[in-house]
């Protein structure tokens, strides 16, 4: 009785324990696959407007749109006609150009929104040459120093929780891996008994790879269930938290919760069992 509440016991502690490494790691890859995502929506809201010359038909610029917009760089182009421009210039400053000018001093342009792998200074340059190509297109404007610093603010803030990502799974896996060890320790001599009376090593690993894949199936459960109930609850206080946390996203945190449970409980257990197993007898009381 008292050997089976002491394995029940230390199931629970190697759970919990288990658990709350599991939290933290389903909260920090949630937080960069976020992080990513808002990287991707901030890139695609860059504009970049093309203005085209006063002698440019409706009919021309339209086509010009239809070309545009099949482009590989192209997210999405937004057509503004030369009377939408004055329209919005009159409700902006509450003066009428055309009243003071005698013509709209507006001509038609475009609205360009990239592909995030291309709203970057590089990929912005060649497009804007590639865009000059278009005799109709006489100005290609766009913020360069707004770009250069929010890529530049965008691959410091990378590289950041690239190295906080590294620096906590080393920290996970030793204590998975201490926890793993403390509980196959407390039973080393079971296991030198089962080698003494002939017992294969696959047999003897087999029931803790079990109790390993249990806990780190359990373990799972418990830390993406406390995961999506914060999520859930998150979002009826923001809705807007949505757009940035895609259930593809939600799914691929659960999934790597899972993994990474499964890979480090089992390789853990077979290794601190393989340790006692090749340990002699007169080392077991050390």
Known sequence: ?????????????STISTTMVLLLLGALVLFMLTAREIRRHVRQDLTVTIILADTTSEYTARNIEAEIAQKKYIHHVNYISSEQALQEQIESMGVNPKEVLGNNPFSISMELRMKDMYA?????????DNLYEEEAIIDVIYQKELIENLNKNLNTISVILLGITIMLSVISVSLINSTVHLSVYSRRFIINNMKLIGARWAFI???????????????TIIANGILLGLLRWSTKYD?????????ENIIMMALSVLTFALVITLTCTYISVTRFLRMKEKDLYK
């Open 1 to 13: 009785m008292k050997r089976t509440a002491a394995m029940r016991w230390q199931f629970l502690t």
């Open 239 to 247: 809705d807007a938290l949505t757009q940035f946390i895609p259930k």
């Open 205 to 219: 690993r087999r029931p803790f790879l079990i109790r390993g894949l249990c806990i780190g199936v359990t373990s």
């Open 120 to 128: 970057c200074s590089d990929s912005l340059l060649w497009i804007t």
